[in-house]
């Protein structure tokens, strides 16, 4: 018997896990570690923390960079000065380590698993984790894109199948999901969360979080997830990533807090803080967020890892006056693990011997780490994931790639189809154009560490597989005209009897760092498509993107436009079954599009203000802009089918909500000639309150199937919870007033509307 090693058992018993259970999945999954724990038991959690020195305490407090270059890994985070694979085992081996991220597979995190298994002093598992975002080697579409599905419960399986790969490659923990909610398009990272919504970013980050870690985290098939960036990342002002949040508490406790409180309550084990400061604490340093709400109030038990180098990063900001000030800062704001900076390896030991640290609150912190390696196996069976032999096995399976297939139809979004320009027939002379057609660099989207671009269905393939006729020209590059590309795309349209324009942002232009200034298409690609236009020939744009644009001319007004993100694996092949009818679209915009890139931060579920401009033109003295209207050009839930869906009938159960509930229920009718799928969203406004609140709210959504000439009831149910709102001292409260409640097809269009009391009990 190894008598370096812990069980899970004994871990949980030291961390007090086995006290006060309550229904939390977080503690059902410690407690489940612990029901499972191998029969042996070694020493207890309390006993193993009393023999590591304050060297080793710190370390299992740190995490790093894997020093083995890996490739994609290596562009996403440059390592550091230190890149150095023999070193960086050496410094596992003397427990200055407690894992490292974005490695490279199973035969790293063997070596260095070994290593510390064999020669390390008390023989403490690493952690092996990875930012998996969307997919491992099978690449699912981009967060955004898949929220477009409106459907948690596919990005619940997604997140399961990522699970699969990236464990069976050694990884135990994944860096996701990240569930910032983005109401800024300018902010690149709109692409891997949920969009602008706060009721779809919940309902994702929570089936992101159950996808990830499955019934047990003590499996070879699962990972921990990681809630992050805690908080309010996404409202980073003016768009740009990294910048200050200012930002009044109702709005913080009732819109951005949420889809992390929903992530933590579907048991996430660990929380990623964020970047930005908020009103004026940065969020590493923030223990009102680290620790009073997340743990005080939220009663999270899991760890909070630091975001890459933001505790250092306090120095620059102006919260820190060094390193060993930021160390002890983010350390006593609550933040557990450091992750690349060092400076907890660093100052850590330092700040307890001079009491600035308590070595209880050291303790604390150390097992709560250890109670998460337990809980994920590792004491039990430090190499569970670790197996190189399986890595392939699970790689892009025949089952994973029809899911990314059926992910990637459920993310496209029709916005327009004027003259059901689509679907199109198969004979059809197709003119396909534009620096996406052929898709080597761009295909997965940002945030990728391990997929395979060369291995994704582009256009040009997914249209082959269709059997489409077709022809290809570039016309332009994504952000450089190429010599003569124009005149070849004219005169390939002119050769054919419809264009598939296929324009938009390429990898590097969202993801992290990514902040644009104008939403717009780069010029060079604009002016391919007024050229193409120029033929009178119909086009269908297909639009490759990683958040809301603005369109202008030709784009804008082409008669068919399907947004389409970036799509993952099975990109080609699906956007072909939407173009060719194989399937109805049935995506809706998880985000506004505005008329104008000045327009943002633009968001549906905005305040009135007390000078509205009426619909219609813009009258003076009006909140409204002088060049565009007030409007989205496609606004938030807005998606087409291939029916012609219409609403009609809105009953209300009853005149008045106290107690109980209230149904709201509207006829929902396809006069069309194909089959739909209909997302149908029910939307409420309380017209006065001591709060303003917003025009329009999401309070429920379906997807409903709905065959050629068939209607469809649906009901959905309301209670005065769903009409709670948070007042100015951040409390939830329900008050009395006239509700205003729509059925509608997306959050700007009237659909049916009704209304009805609210008097809370
Ligand atoms: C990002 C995180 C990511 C981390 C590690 C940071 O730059 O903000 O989302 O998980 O790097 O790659």
Not at 128 to 146: K, L, M, N, Q, S
Not at 495 to 519: K, P, T, Y
Request: proline letters at 5%; one cysteine or more; charged letters at 20%.
């Amino acid at each position: 018997m190894n008598q370096g090693r812990v069980s899970r058992r004994t871990l949980l018993a030291g961390a007090g896990a086995a006290l006060a259970w309550s229904a939390s999945p977080l503690r059902a999954m410690l407690q489940q570690a612990e029901a499972e724990a191998g029969p042996a038991t070694r020493r207890s959690i309390a006993a193993l923390i009393k023999e590591m020195t304050l060297e080793e305490k710190a370390g299992q407090l740190t995490l790093m960079p894997a020093a083995w270059s890996g490739g994609v890994a290596t562009d996403l985070n440059p390592p550091g000065a230190d890149n150095n694979f023999t070193k960086q085992i050496a410094a596992a081996v003397a427990g200055d380590l407690t894992g490292v991220f974005n490695g490279n597979g199973a035969a790293m995190a063997l070596r260095m698993q070994r290593a510390v298994m064999e020669r390390s002093r008390l023989k403490i598992p690493l952690l092996f984790a990875a930012d998996v975002i969307h997919g491992y080697r099978t690449i699912f579409p981009v967060g955004v894109g898949e929220a477009a599905s409106f459907e948690p419960a596919l990005a619940e399986r997604t997140a399961r199948i990522a699970a699969f790969e990236a464990s069976g490659a050694g990884i135990d923990w994944t860096f996701a999901p990240m569930v910032d909610i983005a109401r800024d398009q300018r902010w690149g990272r709109t692409m891997e969360g949920a969009g602008e919504d706060v009721l779809i970013g919940r309902l994702f980050a929570a089936a992101r979080v159950r996808g990830f870690q499955g019934k047990s985290l003590a499996r070879d098939d699962t990972l921990m997830a990681c809630v992050k960036h805690f908080a309010a990342y996404g409202a980073a002002e003016a768009g740009l990533d990294y910048n200050s949040v200012d930002m009044s508490l109702p709005r913080l406790v009732e819109i951005y807090l949420r889809p992390y409180r929903a992530g933590i309550d579907a048991g996430a084990g660990s929380v990623m803080t964020a970047f930005n400061e908020l009103n004026g604490v940065p969020s590493t340093g923030n223990h009102w967020l680290q620790t009073e709400v997340l743990r005080d109030d939220w009663g999270f038990e899991g760890f909070v890892v630091s975001d890459y180098t933001s505790d250092e990063e306090m120095i620059a900001a102006g919260f820190a006056a060094d390193r060993r000030e930021a160390a002890r800062i983010a350390f006593l704001a609550g933040v557990d693990m450091s992750m690349t900076s060092g400076v907890y390896r660093e100052h850590l030991p330092g700040l307890v011997r001079d009491g600035l640290v308590s070595e209880d609150q050291l303790d604390r912190s150390v097992r709560r780490v250890l109670a998460a390696k337990a809980a994920l196996g590792l004491f039990d069976d430090p190499f569970l994931r670790i197996d190189p032999a399986r890595e392939k096995k699970r790689s892009r399976l025949p089952s994973s790639l029809a899911l990314a297939r059926e992910a990637a139809q459920k993310s496209i979004v029709l916005v327009r189809n004027e003259g059901d320009l689509l679907p199109l027939s198969p004979k059809t002379k197709l003119a396909l154009i534009g620096p996406f057609v052929r898709d080597g660099r761009d295909i997965n989207g940002p945030w990728v560490v391990y997929g395979d671009n060369g291995q994704s269905v582009d256009l040009a393939v997914g249209l082959k597989n269709a059997g489409a006729d077709f022809s290809m020209t570039l016309g332009s590059d994504v952000e450089a005209p190429i010599p003569g590309g124009i005149e070849a795309a004219v005169a390939a349209a002119r050769a054919a009897d419809v264009v598939l324009l296929a324009i938009g942002e390429s990898e590097r232009m969202s993801g992290e760092a990514q902040s644009r200034s104008e939403i717009v298409l780069p010029a060079p690609q604009q002016a391919l498509a007024e050229a193409v236009a120029q033929t009178g020939k119909p086009i269908v744009v297909i639009l490759r993107n990683g958040r809301a644009l603005a369109l202008h001319g030709a784009v804008k007004n082409a008669p068919a436009i399907l947004v389409t993100w970036f799509l993952g694996s099975e990109s080609g092949n699906a956007i072909a079954d939407v173009l060719f009818g194989k399937v109805s679209p049935s995506g809706r915009l998880p985000v506004s599009f505005p008329h104008e890139s000045g327009q943002e931060p633009y968001y549906y579920a905005h305040k009135s203000t007390g000078r509205p401009n009426p619909p219609g033109p813009l009258q003076e003295y009006k909140a409204h802009y002088r060049e565009t209207a007030n409007n989205a050009l496609f606004p938030f839930g807005h998606g087409l089918t291939y029916g012609k869906i219409s609403y009609s009938d809105l009953a209300l159960s009853a005149k008045r909500l106290s107690g109980g509930s209230i149904e709201v229920a509207a006829t929902i009718r396809n006069s069309g000639s194909r089959a739909a799928v209909e997302t149908v969203q029910l939307y409420t406004h309380q017209r006065v309150a001591s709060m303003t609140q917003p025009v329009r709210q999401l309070r429920a959504f379906r997807k409903i199937a709905l065959g050629a000439g068939k209607a469809k009831t649906v009901r959905f149910v309301l209670t005065g919870e769903d009409l709670a709102f948070v007042n100015g001292a951040g409390k939830w409260v329900r008050e009395a007033g006239v509700i205003d409640v729509w059925i509608a097809p997306n959050a700007e269009a009237e659909g049916v509307h009704g209304t009805f009391d609210f008097a809370p009990a």
